[in-house]
């Protein structure tokens, strides 16, 4: 009964946030989704990140071993996938991303949080920012065939996660003033993306419900695996053994909705993939978070 209302205390404000959006949406009010994207990923990400890593007591050592365990968890969730894509006779362009990167920021974070506290943010921030970096290069390659370093060094998260690992390895900290700001400009995101998620939900139009089920069981069963997998293999302790397996199973990320959209994918594939997997996630998020806690 006590790990029931633990589960349910960690996952129900998650959920809560996002029907916020869904709702907001099906009463027909106005939400600009590109505008709070922009403002997200632009400002409140990176500051999130950057004080999450200035201020983490955890070692830099610890840091870098859950950075290689994570690489090596999206390299056998990659593997994985382009097996299945392959073996289904499925468009790689259109499939092979959105299996591959979960929402890891939208859901990973806050759940981070709200299950492991500040110490499990900063590994999940870690991890978020190690699957963006992938994303936007790899990711946007397979969709577009158009990867660019340059656009990935440009992007605030990636800037603000080097310049939060130079801080915290250097012992680092910015002016008391500044930190405030920073560390208030960051509280609007978790927020911020989970009622985005809701609103992004409320607005897909999926397509092949019966195709994207399975798939998704197959994704979750497999990050699953693959984060155990390399969790062990690196020999976590407990708290980011957990983060890593929440972060790597994520569903399927609205952002990947979005690149098939402007680069002329199946979207309405990629919508139902999204939708799908969100409503899975209901279910086998707190079973795993059972599991972890």
């Known amino acids: 009964m006590n790990l029931t209302l633990t589960v349910l205390e960690i996952v129900a404000p998650v959920f809560l946030l996002a029907s916020v959006g869904f709702i907001w949406v099906k009463l027909g009010f106005d939400y600009r989704i590109e505008f709070v994207t922009r403002l997200a990923m632009t400002l409140s990400v990176p500051c999130l990140i950057f004080v999450a890593l200035m201020k983490t007591d955890i070692e830099p050592d610890a840091l870098t071993t859950v950075s290689l365990a994570a690489i090596t968890a999206?390299?056998?969730?990659?593997?994985?996938?382009?097996?299945?894509?392959?073996?289904?006779?499925?468009?790689?362009?259109?499939?092979?991303?959105?299996?591959?990167?979960?929402?890891t920021g939208n859901l990973g974070l806050p759940l981070a949080l709200f299950a492991f506290g500040d110490a499990g943010l900063s590994y999940a921030v870690v991890i978020f920012a190690i699957m963006a970096i992938y994303s936007f290069t790899f990711g946007v390659w397979l969709v577009s065939g158009g990867g660019s370093v340059i656009k990935v060094i440009k992007e605030p998260l990636v800037a603000a996660t080097l310049l939060g690992a130079?801080?915290?390895?250097?012992?680092?900290?910015t002016p008391r003033f500044l930190t405030n700001t920073l560390e208030l400009t960051g509280q609007m995101a978790i927020p911020m993306m989970l009622i985005t998620l809701g609103v992004a939900l409320a607005r897909l139009k999926p397509q092949n419900v019966s195709r994207?089920?399975?798939?998704?069981?197959?994704?979750?069963?497999?990050c699953i695996g693959a984060a155990w997998g390399a969790g062990h293999w690196f020999s976590l302790d407990p708290i980011p053994f957990a983060v890593l397996i929440l972060q790597v199973s994520t569903p399927v990320a609205v952002t990947s909705y979005l690149l098939a959209a402007k680069y002329e994918a199946d979207s309405g594939a990629v919508a139902g993939l999204v939708i799908v997997s969100t409503l899975l996630s209901v279910g086998f998020i707190p079973l795993t978070l059972a599991f972890l806690i």
Do not use: D, H, S
């Open 166 to 173: 130079l801080f915290l390895w250097q012992g680092w900290q």
């Open 212 to 222: 994207a089920i399975w798939l998704c069981i197959l994704k979750a069963a497999l």
């Open 74 to 103: 999206y390299a056998l969730v990659t593997i994985g996938c382009f097996i299945m894509v392959r073996a289904a006779r499925l468009e790689a362009r259109t499939f092979l991303a959105p299996l591959i990167f979960g929402n």
